[in-house]
């Protein structure tokens, strides 16, 4: 029990040799000259203007909520052989789902009605944005 009572000599003492307080030079190959470390880690404070607009993307929940649901209407309508889009895709992930812990296979119809579903309404949504955009911008 006495060796618990004592401490490692350098952790419960003061007496740790601090960092010298002077400035170090770093002399690398790539540095031309040496240059003291404080002077490299100061930022510039020079401002930048720049003409890009910060909000870019320019979200509008519109676009989002008439894209999508601008193809959902045609992409359920019964075109292939009886079948809609929407429905053969979501009876693919059914499928898919009934044999949870295997992945689908790669010659599985999800992947292309998958592929098709989302391909048509990224569509529409980047179509929409530029209607919306446009519109509200008077390009057209």
Not at 4 to 26: E, H, K, M, Q
Not at 29 to 40: C, E, L, N, R
Not at 50 to 70: A, E, K, P, Y
Request: hydrophobic share 45%; glycine share 10%; aromatic share 12%.
């Amino acid at each position: 029990m006495a060796a618990a009572a004592s401490t490692v000599v350098g952790l419960g003492t003061s007496s740790l040799s601090l960092a010298s307080p002077r400035r170090t030079n770093i002399n690398l190959g790539f540095i031309k000259s040496g240059v003291p470390a404080t002077m490299q880690t100061r930022r510039s404070t020079a401002r930048f203007t720049c003409s890009f607009q910060r909000d870019w993307l320019r979200t509008d929940l519109n676009v989002i909520g008439f894209g999508l649901i601008g193809w959902l209407a045609p992409s359920s309508v019964p075109a292939i052989n009886g079948d809609s889009l929407t429905g053969l895709f979501f009876q693919s992930i059914g499928t898919e789902l009934s044999h949870f812990p295997t992945g689908p296979a790669l010659n599985s119809p999800f992947w292309l009605w998958m592929v098709c579903w989302h391909l048509g309404l990224f569509l529409c949504l980047t179509f929409g944005q530029i209607g919306f955009k446009g519109r509200s911008e008077d390009y057209f």
